[in-house]
């Protein structure tokens, strides 16, 4: 059987050192794949409405979003698809990391996994590494193209799991992150205000659970 292809999506902003390691890292480390490089800066397109775009355009049948200061390590995406064909209702998967207090782990030749369903309604599996099936991303709507800088990958994962997919954390594939790296830059320039990005966020998310849990409500029976 033909393996899957994935279409491994990296938005570039100007951080062209560290990029270069991202994309070198992919070469070296990764088989049955697309590659597509899109420059955002100085643009700076809004990351929901740009992901939705490139994502449309693939034929791919999983998608991977990997930040441009994230590197891969071998054999990475093959554990990471491998969680969609063992484990049911997995709609997003990503591993483990050096920067993100979600993934992180010192046992990086554990060969596990966990899975979070709407039973961890807090935990959300970070942005610097997630593949997802396209079809689970036509399902849901795509991301949504209302935020800023910060929020799409969350409130994707959240429109996810109210279709009852889940959550994966593979604890055997390791990713290092630089971290915040286009959002430094960002901030450096004078293009954001995290501050700022980081409270219109907080309140959108605020916004969409308290739709959420209404809608739930309205659900259960008299």
């Known amino acids: 059987m033909k393996p899957a292809m994935t279409e491994i999506i990296v938005v570039k902003y100007n951080l062209r050192g560290i990029e270069d390691q991202c994309i070198r890292a992919v070469l070296d480390h990764t088989d049955n794949y697309n590659l597509t490089v899109f420059d955002n800066y100085p643009k700076n397109h809004n990351l929901g409405q740009l992901w939705n775009r490139l994502i449309s355009k ?14 891969v390590t071998p054999f990475w995406l093959d554990k990471l698809l491998e969680a969609f064909g063992k484990h049911p209702k997995v709609g997003v998967v990503g591993g483990t990391t050096n920067s993100s207090h979600n993934q992180q782990s010192t046992d990086h030749t554990a060969k596990t996994f966990v899975d979070f369903g709407r039973t961890y309604p807090g935990w959300c599996l970070s942005g610097f590494c997630l593949v997802f099936p396209k079809k689970v991303w ?3 709507g795509g991301f949504p193209e209302d935020f800023g800088f910060y929020g799409q990958e969350v409130a994707f994962i959240d429109r996810l799991t109210e279709k009852g997919y889940k959550q994966c954390w593979r604890t055997d594939v390791f990713i290092y992150h630089y971290g915040s790296a286009s959002v430094k830059k960002a901030q450096a320039n004078g293009d954001i205000d995290e501050i700022k990005e980081r409270k219109i966020a907080h309140e959108k998310f605020t916004e969409l659970r308290k739709k959420n849990e209404n809608k739930n409500i309205r659900r259960r029976p008299a």
């Open 58 to 71: 693939s034929e791919a049948e999983y998608i991977c979003l990997l930040n441009n200061d994230a590197l």
């Open 138 to 140: 036509e399902e849901v």
